[in-house]
């Protein structure tokens, strides 16, 4: 069995659960959470708690039962987060507390809770940002903003944490994911607007959450020991284009 041993928050489902099936391919041992009860689906080799990151109790106990299950843990994925899709001006306190609080505050109390023990046995942290912290996506102004915030606490770690601690994110595009259906619902035309969005990727289709784990599994392997502080793009190209349709010229 690989003593080696990881969190990866809001494994559940999406994202979250894409990266969690691809450790287990790297016969990395797991502890997943998530703020409802355990998915029926869960493989049972997966260690569950109903945790929610926002929580500073919460973030310590979840380091704490997974070092109880397996030891030192070295591998930490800030997969959990919440999408809600107004404008600043319709946001209300509810809504900032609940999206900063699991997407800011959520991934900086994990960080915070596993940095000790992780500047001693060594590790490595991937945050899960997204395109909208550097491209804003319409109508999702303060989840813009929270994603924005992981990237820029990737860096800082980075740089106050090492050598023993790498810390990178990964910023995906559109993942065919719940979040993402939710966000194309907000168009006049569901089916046109998500129609339009393949098309403006340059690999032909919306992505995948094994995109994303893929990715997540390299940059915890030794194979990405000299990568830290960087935020990477996996988007299918989408933000590489310019907004000239070439169809046009």
């Not at 940002?129 to 915030?149: E, H, L, R």
């Not at 595009?173 to 339009?196: C, Q, R, S, Y």
């Not at 995109?211 to 390299?218: G, Q, R, T």
Request: proline share 4%; net charge neutral.
């Amino acid at each position: 069995m690989s003593t080696r041993a990881a969190i990866v928050t809001g494994g559940g489902r999406g994202i979250g659960r894409g990266i969690v099936d691809r450790l287990l391919t790297e016969k990395i041992r797991v502890l997943t959470c998530g703020r409802g009860a355990r998915p029926s689906d869960l493989p049972s080799t997966v260690e569950w708690l109903q945790a929610d990151v926002s929580k500073t109790d919460d973030a310590e106990s979840i380091v704490a039962e997974a070092q109880r299950k397996f030891g030192d843990v070295t591998i930490l994925v800030n997969n959990a987060g919440v999408q809600i899709e107004k404008t600043v001006d319709k946001t209300t306190d509810a809504d900032w507390d609940l999206i900063m609080g699991i997407n800011a505050r959520g991934t900086f109390n994990m960080c915070r809770a596993i940095l000790p023990s992780m500047e001693r046995t060594g590790g490595a942290i991937v945050n899960i940002g997204s395109i909208s912290g550097v491209v804003s996506d319409p109508s999702m102004a303060i989840y813009n903003a929270s994603k924005a915030f992981v990237h820029s606490l990737t860096r800082s770690i980075a740089i106050d944490h090492g050598p023993n601690v790498r810390c990178n994110a990964v910023r995906p595009g559109w993942i065919v994911t719940a979040m993402a259906e939710d966000a194309f619902a907000l168009a006049k035309n569901p089916a046109a607007a998500k129609a339009d969005a393949i098309a403006r990727h340059a690999t032909g289709r919306l992505g995948r959450p094994a995109d994303i784990a893929n990715m997540v599994a390299w940059l915890v392997s030794d194979q990405a020991e000299f990568v830290t502080g960087q935020c990477f793009t996996c988007d299918g190209g989408l933000t590489a284009a310019s907004p000239l349709q070439p169809g046009l010229f």
